[in-house]
């Protein structure tokens, strides 16, 4: 309706100031409306906008006052969330308290011309305030799925006349007030729902953002978790894949100082006086000049660290009374940020890991946790080291029980070719014939002041292999000249085969050993005598040295374990001669197999050939 319409019909004066009023009045609530529906959908601070609702609605519905109460999560309170009015008390009601607590209890509307005539209405506020309430008007709020959600009151609404001439005269102090209309009941009830919707929009908004908030704290505390992880996989890869204590040290170190992004750091171990830490492993631009040099215990955060069994975080070590100041000048280090803590074997400290200047920031408690658990694998990997020292030596002791025991067993070889070859000498009458005799039988003490070598160079956990450059042919030579001094007396007869007689590399000695042990086991086999044959070729990269015999075969029962240790099948036998050859030809890099039936049984060894053919195939008989 437009302002020309209504002067249209030229009523009179009285009639027409009512109808003007009205008409402005209604305008008005057209405005009023229109700006609820404007603030309910731009603004986003619900506190912001529940103001301005209840500041709206007082005056959409002419009235003095108003208030809006959220009902309470377990839906046992009502808060007033806005309170308009001079004074501003908050109030706290029990459902089924009051007329709000009514309204919210019954999810009906109360609109009643004086409150004082209602038994639901609490006076209390009104004593407390100092307020006369006279109308009210109180709606529920409801959200989309039709439940209260709180409860919008409007006080005392303003006779109409007054509340027209209102603006004309502020200074009136006696107020008149009308009952709220059915009008007023429809309009408040659509604009508490419109309410309630947008509480409950930003209530979702809200939890949506209390969940986003806490997923990324989850997030970010997952991240942490997932780094700290990965630097303890690291290190524990770095520490399976040394070998050696220096190496474990040295990889932890440089992994750690690399994911914690720092950079430089030590290891410093306790000395065995205890006074002292010396730094063991070091990483970072000074390293050369620090390794081994040692610091006090009790000097420097490193020193503190360990003394008091405690980690220590020093982001800026320029003020801290700890930092080593003096050794740093005297090493011509300077460091700006710095973390360490103490390393422990078992119950005892024995060392301490410190890591320096972080690159972006400070160091924080997470680094410093990490740190700790560092801390514990380095204390882990010294551990683990000082028992592989222990159960080494150990090992070695029964290693050298073992080998005694072969040692004595291959002496039985020289010791035959000795009492042989002394024996032919008690008949010999022609000295030259002598001379060789006591030539070979020199060469057996050798073997055997070479096998007392051995034993010593074992115990010293010496265990490398001699390989020389070997010529074959001399080599075959000499064993089969041996051989045949240990055969001597039985009907063997020694077949050479010499497919390769060039030069070679191995250890003579000890693949000496290993023929001899090849040629006893067939001539023990061979109890009535037969064939013997030794046999070398080529064959790709490798060198193949075979020994074949025609005795009865490998007893069924030895098949499988053949090359254990004590694995015999003869009277008399030990069962030392295969694995003593296993070990000889695995120490070389090579390998070693048998066919055997009851033709015969042949062995095979193969083993990596490095060498040059030195003349052509020459048979030696
Ligand atoms: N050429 C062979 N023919 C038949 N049997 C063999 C042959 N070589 C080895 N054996 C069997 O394998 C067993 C194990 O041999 P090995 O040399 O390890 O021990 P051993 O000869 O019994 O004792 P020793 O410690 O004195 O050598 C022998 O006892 C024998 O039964
Ligand atoms: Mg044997």
């Not at 004309?168 to 006696?174: A, K, P, R």
């Amino acid at each position: 309706m437009s302002e020309r319409a209504a002067t249209a019909s030229q009523p009179s004066s009285d009639e027409r100031s009512p109808l003007a009023a009205a008409l402005r009045q209604e305008r008005k609530k057209l405005e009023l409306v229109t700006e609820v529906g404007a603030a309910l959908s731009s603004t986003t601070d619900l506190d912001q906008l529940l103001r301005l609702l209840i500041d709206k609605v007082t005056e959409l519905m002419d009235a003095d006052r108003s208030t809006l109460y959220l009902l309470s999560e377990d839906g046992r309170e009502l808060w007033s969330k806005v309170v308009q009015g001079r004074d501003t008390l908050a109030i706290r009601l029990q459902v089924g308290e009051g007329i709000a607590g009514w309204v919210a209890q019954s999810g009906e509307v109360v609109n009643i011309a004086d409150a004082y005539r209602d038994t639901r209405f609490q006076p209390a506020v009104d004593l407390r305030s100092g307020y006369r309430t006279r109308s009210i008007l109180c709606v529920p709020m409801r959200n989309r799925a039709g439940a209260v959600v709180g409860v919008v009151q409007v006080l005392n609404k303003r006779a109409p006349e007054l509340a027209e001439s209102k603006s004309d005269d502020e200074s009136l102090t006696m107020t008149l007030f009308s009952p709220f209309s059915p009008e007023d009941e429809d309009l408040l009830l659509a604009l508490a729902s419109q309410t309630a919707v947008v509480i409950d929009n930003s209530k979702l908004y809200l939890s949506v953002l209390a969940k986003n908030a806490e997923l990324a704290h989850t997030t970010a505390q997952l991240a942490a978790r997932s780094h700290e992880l990965n630097v303890l996989y690291e290190v524990e890869k770095e520490l399976s894949a040394a070998t050696d204590l220096d190496g474990s040290l040295s990889r932890i170190l440089g992994r750690t100082v690399e994911l914690l992004g720092a950079e430089a750091g030590s290891i410093a171990l306790l000395t065995a006086a205890g006074d002292a830490l010396e730094l063991r492993t070091v990483q970072g631009p000074a390293a050369a000049r620090l390794k081994d040099v040692r610091v006090a215990l009790g000097q420097g955060l490193l020193g503190w660290s360990v003394a008091r069994r405690e980690p220590v975080i020093a982001n800026q070590v320029d003020g801290d009374p700890r930092y080593a100041r003096e050794f740093a000048r005297d090493h011509g280090v300077a460091a700006r940020s710095l973390m360490a803590a103490p390393v422990v074997d078992g119950d005892r400290v024995v060392g301490g890991i410190e890591i320096l200047d972080k690159h972006d920031g400070e160091f924080d408690e997470d680094d410093l946790r990490l740190l700790v658990l560092v801390a514990g694998q380095v204390g882990q990997a010294l551990s683990l080291a000082r028992s592989r020292d222990e159960s080494r030596d150990q090992d070695r002791l029964a290693s050298i029980g073992r080998l005694m025991a072969g040692v004595l067993h291959d002496l039985k070889t020289p010791m035959t070719v000795i009492s042989g070859y002394a024996q032919l000498m008690a008949s010999c009458d022609d000295s030259a014939q002598r001379e060789k005799f006591v030539e070979h039988i020199l060469r057996q003490f050798d073997v055997m002041s070479g096998m007392t070598r051995e034993v010593l160079a074992f115990a010293r956990g010496d265990r490398d292999l001699m390989v020389r450059r070997v010529y074959m042919h001399k080599f075959i030579d000499e064993a089969v000249t041996q051989l045949r001094q240990a055969f001597a007396g039985r009907p063997i007869a020694i077949e050479v085969e010499l497919g390769y007689d060039g030069v070679t590399h191995f250890d003579e000695t000890k693949m000496l050993r290993v023929l001899h042990n090849l040629a006893r086991n067939s001539a023990d086999a061979m109890e009535h005598g037969g064939q013997f044959w030794v046999r070398t070729r080529i064959e790709g990269q490798e060198l193949v040295l075979e020994t074949a015999d025609d005795g009865p075969g490998i007893p069924a029962a030895l098949r499988g374990r053949l090359f254990e240790l004590f694995a015999s099948g003869r009277r008399g036998g030990t069962g030392l001669g295969l694995a003593i050859v296993k070990k000889i030809v695995d120490d070389h890099g090579g390998t070693i197999a048998y066919d055997s039936g009851p033709g015969g049984t042949t062995f095979t060894i193969r083993l990596p050939h490095r060498g040059s053919r030195t003349g052509e195939f020459s048979p030696i008989r």
